[in-house]
């Protein structure tokens, strides 16, 4: 069964400290990962996408790595905001010849000043 | 540069009333639309993609319907509401050849 796992549920941490935040998937065969974030009420937001063959993409304080061997995934964020404060979600899409995706259920962060 | 509007933004509606929820995409043309629902603490469930204007596919067989009525609105209904459709109902649009899907900024709807 095709599964995108993620942890910690959720996560506090002070102003300025990095975090990191792991998704495990089972999703086979593999096209793409992407890491969206979700503020409260708002729909997603695309952070960063990887394929197969790309293992590390950044997109400003946030980079992303990808382990397409173990099917992990890591989005590490630094000198972390107020304003990060937010729901991230790891999505994999398989190869379904349709863009279908797995979502993962969420970390759930919150910066405390 | 695409935009995708979503009303209304809150809805609160009693068991066994209808729905209508309207999705429509700006700046793009035949964009695959989606329609999503995430309940509390749950990931998003795809309900429905199209492809083109009365091309509909069903994910979950439930109480919902979808149509697309123009190539860039995307409609989500039912005739009658359980409340088990309560949660937050979120458009995409997607293009045809390419991964990325953009989400709209969604519907909380409470069914009471």
């Known amino acids: 069964k095709n599964q995108v796992e993620q942890s910690p549920q959720s996560l506090i941490i002070l102003e300025g400290k990095n975090c990191t935040l792991q998704c495990n998937y089972t999703v086979s065969p593999f096209s793409n990962l992407r890491w969206y974030k979700q503020d409260t009420g708002r729909g997603p937001v695309s952070l960063t996408i990887m394929t197969f063959s790309e293992n590390t993409k950044s997109n400003g304080r946030y980079t992303a790595t990808l382990d397409a061997d173990t099917k992990q995934s890591s989005l590490h964020i630094t000198a972390s905001q107020l304003s990060d404060s937010a729901s991230y979600i790891c999505v994999v899409s398989g190869l379904t010849g349709f863009q279908k995706l797995v979502f993962g259920t969420g970390t759930r962060l919150l910066v405390s000043p | 540069s695409q935009t995708i509007h979503q009303w209304p933004a809150t809805l609160v509606q009693p068991v066994g009333s209808p729905l209508s929820l309207e999705c429509t995409v700006e700046g793009t043309s035949n964009p695959n639309l989606y329609w999503y629902r995430q309940a509390a603490g749950r990931g998003l469930q795809l309900l429905f993609y199209?492809?083109?204007?009365?091309?509909i596919s069903s994910e979950v067989p439930q109480n919902l319907s979808a149509s697309r009525p123009q190539d860039r609105q995307f409609i989500l209904s039912s005739k009658k509401l359980l409340l088990s459709d309560s949660g937050f109902y979120l458009c995409a649009w997607s293009r045809g050849e390419t991964y990325e899907q953009y989400f709209g900024p969604g519907t909380r709807l409470t069914v009471t």
């Open positions: 199209s492809v083109g204007i009365g091309q």
